[in-house]
């Protein structure tokens, strides 16, 4: 089967009960070169997306990078984010989720996040997603429905190959 590569619309999208213009949203965004400032509720809707994957960055693997998101000044959120690390379309596999943090109202918060070794790299989706304080996101809400209040924004990573002047590294480790 041959490789897809990343397209609109093929990631399933999680729904909210709200729409984002209620103040629930991700803003702010920076990771890596990524700083995509003040975008607020960027499309309201049942899914709340935005869809930034025009927007991206290099990465390489086995580099941690930070990641920075704030919530509306109104209301404090959960936000996580997710990887396809393995180019298949879902964010379903081990390893491609990222938990950042609550965040109070308006307070930036940074987590790290690793890109891991043996991966097939290229143009890797990146979703970064936020929910209202009812409950932390987990793994599986890449595409929960009836979700509270949040918004979710995708972006893509452009994942180069690790250096070859390694550590003495014998093989590759899936990550768990
Ligand atoms: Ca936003
Ligand atoms: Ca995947
Ligand atoms: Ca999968």
Known sequence: ????????????????????????????????TISNLGTGCGNPSANNFTDYTAISTNVTQNTSYNISVTPGPSWGQYFVAFIDLNNDLDFADPGEFFNIGYAAA?????????????????????????????????????????????????????????LTDDAGISAFVTPT
């Open 106 to 162: 308006g307070v930036t918060i940074n987590a790290p996040i690793l890109i891991p070794n043996g991966i097939s790299g290229g143009p890797t989706r990146m979703r970064v997603m936020c929910r209202y304080s009812t409950g932390a996101l987990t793994a599986a809400d890449y595409c929960t429905t009836g979700l509270s209040f949040g918004e979710v924004e995708d972006y893509t990573l452009n994942i180069a190959s690790p």
């Open 1 to 32: 089967m041959a490789k897809v590569s990343v397209a609109w619309g093929q990631y399933c999208l999680p729904t909210y009960n709200s729409q984002c213009t209620s103040g629930d949203f991700v803003n702010n965004v920076t990771f890596n």
